[in-house]
């Protein structure tokens, strides 16, 4: 894959660009979804990203965080953020208001090869927060939904409140040709009537309709999920070359200066945050 750093700008400073949040909505009791502008119209117009790639999002006096951008690409002149309050940073921007202006640079990484598997089947696995990143993704390919064969989407969350985008899982199910299965962990309120237990409990339901020498699956989760949804996939013959997983590491800088994100000889914000498992299975500690 191509690594596309900072396209739409010169970013030799690594300057942040102004972008004005233009709408909020809370998708759980800890995480929103922030829809942004960039103040620049110029900059709107050339802004340019692939599914799974990143933006270092700064609030100005508090500090920078790398988050993954989870709207599609086909989504012209805004771009979405999904944000779950766990630090200093991410507190204060949940605290932010519509109007309210951030600092964006980027897109940094490497994104999930959607564009460059036409005509194939794509198997979309995610898991808790990882339904974000992975969104840009699969919104990505339901939007051009002709250009592709079956679309799986398989969804796992820890339980019934913690589940995002509820509501997409009707327009999904009502389209031709896209699977969409959905578990949590537990039922703590005893008010879910779907499936009941980890992500890869819902591979039964789709393995007789997989194509292996069709199918690119592409992964997003809590790292203690890969090894587990990997080896359903080498049950089901998909091989290594047609893997994706996104690793999260400790992204600062974003541009291979800063080192806390070195896995081996690899940089997770230069040559991820999406490898395919071929590229990482002699690499010990990524997964």
């Excluded at 690594?14 to 995480?31: E, F, G, H, M, W």
């Excluded at 393995?207 to 592409?218: G, H, L, S, Y």
């Excluded at 974003?254 to 002699?282: A, M, N, R, T, Y």
Aim: some cysteine; hydrophobic content about 35%.
């Amino acid at each position: 894959m191509t690594k596309t750093i900072a396209k739409y700008n010169d970013f030799g400073d690594c300057t942040p660009q102004t972008a004005k949040i233009v709408d909020i909505r809370s998708l759980t009791d800890n995480t929103k979804l922030f829809e942004l502008q960039f103040t620049d119209s110029q900059l709107n117009e050339r802004f340019t990203y692939k599914p799974g790639q990143f933006v270092l999002l700064s609030v100005f006096g508090v500090g920078e965080v790398p988050i993954s951008i989870a709207s599609s690409p086909h989504k012209k002149g805004l771009f979405q953020l999904g944000i779950r309050m766990v630090g200093n940073v991410t507190t204060k921007i949940h605290q932010l208001k519509k109007g309210d202006l951030v600092g964006i640079r980027g897109p940094y990484g490497n994104g999930f090869p959607v564009e460059e598997n036409k005509g194939k089947d794509l198997l979309f696995v995610a898991g808790g927060i990882g339904y974000l990143p992975l969104r840009s993704a699969f919104r990505e390919a339901v939007a051009k939904k002709a250009d592709f064969g079956k679309i799986f989407i398989l969804y796992g969350d820890r339980c019934p409140t913690d589940v995002l985008f509820a509501e997409e899982k009707d327009e999904y199910k009502q389209q031709k040709e896209i699977i969409f299965h959905q578990t949590v962990d537990r039922d703590d309120d005893r008010c879910w009537d779907g499936n009941i237990g980890v992500v890869t409990t819902l591979f039964p339901f789709i393995k007789d309709e997989i194509d292996p020498a069709n199918t690119v699956a592409m992964i997003c989760g809590p790292p203690i999920m890969y090894k587990f949804v990997v080896m359903e996939l080498e049950k089901l013959k998909i091989k290594p070359e047609n893997i994706y997983l996104s690793l999260e590491r400790k992204m600062q800088c974003g541009v291979g200066k800063c080192c806390h994100c070195g896995i081996g000889d690899k940089f997770v914000c230069l040559d991820g945050p999406v490898f395919s498992l071929e590229e990482i299975q002699g690499l010990l500690e990524a997964l």
